[in-house]
Nanobody, 117 residues
Framework: QVQLVESGGGLVQAGGSLRLSCVGS????????MGWYHQAPGKQRELVAL???????NYADSVKGRFTISRDNAKNTVYLQMNSLKPEDTAVFYC???????????WGQGTQVTVSS
C-alpha cells in the first residue's frame, strides 16, 4: 500500500521554527521526487519545496532563505525545516511524491501549521 505519513506540524509563534517529516511506504522509493505543498483557507494548494532523487531542490519565492528541504533515502523520508516562520505561513502542509515518469503522484493526509503573531 502506497502511503505518505506526515508529522511535525503544530502551533508556533512568529519567528519560531518547525520541522516537518514525511515517511513514504509501498512503491515510493529513492527514485521518486518528493516535496511539500501548502494550502491556506480559501486558497489553492501551492508548491513550497521539491527535492529530486538526485538532491536538486526548488523553492517557492516566499520561503527561500527560510525553509530547507532534505531527504534521507535510506529511510524514505523527506524533511522540511522551517525557520523564521510568519503568520502568512499558516496552512495545511501536504507531503507529495512523484514517480520518475510523472505518471504516479501521491499525497499525504496533511498536517496543520499555525503561526501566531
Amino acid at each position: 500500500q502506497v502511503q505518505l505519513v506526515e508529522s511535525g506540524g503544530g502551533l508556533v509563534q512568529a519567528g519560531g521554527s518547525l520541522r516537518l517529516s514525511c515517511v513514504g511506504s509501498g512503491s515510493i522509493g529513492s527514485n521518486y521526487a518528493m516535496g511539500w505543498y501548502h494550502q491556506a483557507p480559501g486558497k489553492q494548494r501551492e508548491l513550497v519545496a521539491l527535492i529530486t532523487s538526485g538532491g536538486n531542490t526548488n523553492y517557492a519565492d516566499s520561503v527561500k532563505g527560510r525553509f530547507t528541504i532534505s531527504r534521507d533515502n535510506a529511510k524514505n523520508t523527506v524533511y522540511l525545516q522551517m525557520n523564521s516562520l510568519k503568520p502568512e505561513d499558516t496552512a495545511v502542509f501536504y507531503c507529495y511524491a512523484q514517480s520518475p515518469t510523472g505518471r504516479y503522484k501521491y499525497w499525504g493526509q496533511g498536517t496543520q501549521v499555525t503561526v501566531s503573531s
